[in-house]
């Protein structure tokens, strides 16, 4: 299909394409039998949304003439990140059809937003799909879609482009809104165009003289100029590291390269030597050098075991594997999103946003 046209957009073709219908579908067949009601899955994901602080609310109207979940791409994508903890408070059985299917499409989702893919990911890419597929025409008689068929031919696309989330149209889509937010707020509709470009113009203009927005400076949210002010324990680390340096700032918040960092956070680290799990480094301070700019992660190494079954991460607490401290350069690390924790019955979860780097090379 895109041999002669554009690229695909992962916002039309999934999240508006598919996966907005097919979420409301599944969703009303699980109210339906009776395995929760729509208070319970509507109010669960709005709180699971406050409690992860996505700025995004999610109406459920499953009447008779309803078809899909009315809400923008960027709001569809968030509501499938959550899927996996939709659930966790419930009895459930995990082999039903509906919540198979509600996991692949997570799955699918984090290996088609993903920023780093390998061979092996589109593999396992084009199995779920077609798993997914399958399972979407046997048990539901509504007709597939035409973006069904997009998707499917994606694994071919993203071996020949690339992670496809680098052509998403979202950016775009998010820039308009500047454009239609001036207008609804002034409820200026004379000569439109012309007044868009002139706010854009003043926009552009305070942008720069703020700061020097277009370089990757650390933005300091949460800090501390001197090590003497942090725990005693923490200063003992951070001196066997070498990094008590007086020039040092010792940031508890801030952002970086686009991401922001929080004490807390995750970050991934590696595979284990066998994949049975991987490694994270749950951040307890960056130390930024303001005079080389460079910025190290300071924290502890934790395992994190993937439930492949439930479409959950958790952290391990075996004594098997007991913390250690770890100090590496920000730049070394293969994926630089922070994974956010997510605390439920005493269990840290990780929250992520696309899959997990991949243990062989990347495409």
């Given at each position: 299909?895109?041999?002669?046209?554009?690229?695909?957009?992962?916002?039309?073709?999934?999240?508006?394409?598919?996966?907005?219908?097919?979420?409301?579908?599944?969703?009303?067949?699980?109210?339906?039998?009776?395995?929760?009601?729509?208070?319970?899955?509507?109010?669960?994901?709005?709180?699971?949304?406050?409690?992860?602080?996505?700025?995004?609310?999610?109406?459920?109207?499953?009447?008779?003439?309803?078809?899909?979940?009315?809400?923008?791409?960027?709001?569809?994508?968030?509501?499938?990140?959550?899927?996996?903890?939709?659930?966790?408070?419930?009895?459930?059985?995990?082999?039903?059809?509906?919540?198979?299917?509600?996991?692949?499409?997570?799955?699918?989702?984090?290996?088609?937003?993903?920023?780093?893919?390998?061979?092996?990911?589109?593999?396992?890419?084009?199995?779920?799909?077609?798993?997914?597929?399958?399972?979407?025409?046997?048990h539901f008689k509504e007709a597939l879609r035409p973006k069904h068929h997009y998707t499917l031919h994606y694994p071919r696309y993203i071996l020949w482009l690339g992670p496809?989330?680098?052509?998403?149209?979202?950016?775009?889509?998010?820039?308009?809104?500047?454009?239609?937010?001036?207008?609804?707020?002034?409820?200026?509709?004379?000569?439109?165009?012309?007044?868009?470009?002139?706010?854009?113009?003043?926009?552009?203009?305070?942008?720069?003289?703020?700061?020097?927005?277009?370089?990757?400076?650390?933005?300091l949210e949460k800090y501390v100029e001197s090590i003497s002010s942090l725990p005693k324990s923490s200063q003992t680390a951070l001196h066997e590291f070498c990094l008590d340096?007086?020039?040092?700032?010792?940031?508890?918040?801030?952002?970086?390269?686009?991401?922001?960092?929080?004490?807390?956070?995750?970050?991934?680290?590696?595979?284990?030597?066998?994949?049975?799990?991987?490694?994270?480094?749950?951040?307890?301070?960056?130390?930024?050098?303001?005079?080389?700019?460079?910025?190290?992660?300071?924290?502890?190494?934790?395992?994190?075991?993937?439930?492949?079954?439930?479409?959950?991460?958790?952290?391990?607490?075996?004594?098997?594997?007991?913390?250690?401290?770890?100090?590496?350069?920000?730049?070394?690390?293969?994926?630089?999103?922070?994974?956010?924790?997510?605390?439920?019955?005493?269990?840290?979860?990780?929250?992520?946003?696309?899959?997990?780097?991949?243990?062989?090379?990347?495409?």
């Amino acid at each position: 299909m895109f041999d002669l046209g554009a690229v695909p957009c992962v916002a039309h073709d999934l999240f508006e394409g598919w996966v907005n219908y097919d979420l409301f579908m599944i969703f009303k067949r699980i109210v339906k039998s009776g395995i929760v009601s729509r208070c319970y899955l509507q109010g669960r994901i709005n709180s699971l949304f406050k409690q992860l602080k996505i700025s995004t609310k999610i109406e459920l109207n499953f009447t008779r003439k309803a078809c899909n979940i009315k809400a923008k791409a960027c709001d569809v994508w968030h509501l499938v990140q959550i899927i996996p903890f939709i659930f966790l408070k419930k009895d459930i059985n995990y082999s039903q059809p509906e919540i198979i299917m509600l996991l692949l499409i997570k799955k699918v989702t984090d290996i088609i937003t993903s920023p780093i893919q390998s061979t092996a990911q589109i593999k396992i890419l084009e199995t779920d799909l077609e798993e997914y597929i399958e399972l979407r025409t046997t048990h539901f008689k509504e007709a597939l879609r035409p973006k069904h068929h997009y998707t499917l031919h994606y694994p071919r696309y993203i071996l020949w482009l690339g992670p496809i989330i680098s052509y998403c149209t979202l950016f775009c889509e998010r820039k308009h809104c500047f454009f239609k937010r001036c207008i609804r707020t002034t409820i200026n509709f004379k000569n439109v165009v012309k007044f868009s470009s002139e706010q854009h113009q003043y926009y552009q203009g305070l942008l720069n003289t703020q700061t020097e927005r277009l370089k990757n400076n650390f933005l300091l949210e949460k800090y501390v100029e001197s090590i003497s002010s942090l725990p005693k324990s923490s200063q003992t680390a951070l001196h066997e590291f070498c990094l008590d340096n007086d020039q040092n700032v010792f940031v508890e918040q801030g952002t970086f390269m686009g991401y922001t960092y929080s004490a807390g956070d995750y970050l991934f680290l590696r595979h284990d030597e066998y994949g049975e799990w991987f490694y994270v480094v749950k951040i307890k301070l960056l130390v930024l050098n303001p005079k080389t700019e460079s910025v190290t992660v300071f924290g502890n190494e934790l395992i994190a075991v993937n439930i492949f079954e439930r479409g959950i991460i958790e952290i391990s607490e075996s004594n098997e594997h007991p913390e250690k401290l770890i100090c590496l350069s920000i730049e070394d690390f293969v994926d630089r999103a922070p994974l956010l924790p997510f605390v439920e019955s005493n269990k840290v979860y990780l929250f992520i946003k696309h899959s997990i780097p991949p243990t062989t090379e990347s495409c």
